[in-house]
């Protein structure tokens, strides 16, 4: 006995495959490049690789545009496993040109995997999150949480700008990452009071715990 496995899908799901994968190598490369701008001017571009702004914004778009629960996960999963390889894999070859980048001649394996597992734990979250498409209540409270986490790192960082005169273009990036996404979402929720009270509610939880400490 034979059984029939519908095929039919599968080419689209390849193609998202790659082409998030193609999109975390681009997104690695980038980031590590930006570490040849200094992080301590005003500016301070290199900061795009190290605060979560940019990984928050990006993610979300990836599951926002996979087509379910499933595909989500592997998405965010092959999207954060591909930039860790580029970032890492940049920052060895690098380091035999330019002393900024001097790592002894070892691939920093240890942190490769270290950021390997947290790419597994967003794709678990991942999968969760994909249920705002669902267009029940849970939804409004799920599309509420990136945006929560951006408004957070958004005052984090216009403290830390106000106070030492650095990360100008993060709290810009971060800023209108918040704008954009959550008019975006405030516009998709069925239930928008829900929407705006878990904004309220989450957003100065994740300010006080992942930003004020560093202030």
Known sequence: MTIA??????????????????????????????????????????SI?????????????VIYFSTSNINAAI???????????????LKYVLGFFFPIFANGGTFQWNLFMLYNIIALVCSAISYVLYYWNKESKL?????????????????????????HH?????????????????????????????YSLTLVAITPIGYYFFYYPFL
């Open 166 to 194: 650095t990360f100008l273009f993060q709290f810009i990036f971060d800023f209108f990452s918040f704008l954009l996404l959550g008019f975006w979402f405030y516009q998709k929720t069925k239930n928008k009071i829900i």
């Open 49 to 61: 690789a190290t605060l979560f702004g940019f990984w928050m914004l990006t993610v979300t778009l």
């Open 5 to 46: 496995v519908s095929t039919e899908k599968s080419p689209i799901y390849l193609k998202s495959y790659l082409l998030f994968i193609g999109l975390g190598l681009i997104a690695g490369v980038i980031t590590r490049l930006s570490d040849f701008f200094p992080n301590d001017d005003l500016w301070s571009f290199s």
């Open 75 to 89: 998405n965010v999963f092959l999207y954060l496993l591909s930039m860790n390889f580029a970032f890492y894999f």
């Open 139 to 163: 939804s409004n409270f799920l599309y509420a949480l990136p945006v929560s986490g951006l408004a957070a790192e958004t005052i984090g960082v216009g403290m830390y700008l106000y106070h």
